[in-house]
């Protein structure tokens, strides 16, 4: 299950650094990086509905 395990974080992870990227591209804020960071795929599922 170890390889599971390794999609889970590179998808995390992917979705974190995706969402810090959109965030600051739009808003040039490091604090709206970090909560877009913490909420990851939610943010970038609410970005790709809203554009």
Do not use: D, P
Not at 17 to 38: C, P
Request: avoid cysteine.
């Amino acid at each position: 299950m170890e390889s599971g395990k390794s999609v889970v974080k590179t998808g995390v992870g992917f979705g974190t650094v995706l969402a810090i990227t959109i965030s600051w591209s739009l808003h040039q804020s490091i604090l709206w990086a970090i909560i877009h960071g913490i909420f990851s795929w939610l943010y970038v599922i609410y970005y790709i509905l809203t554009r």
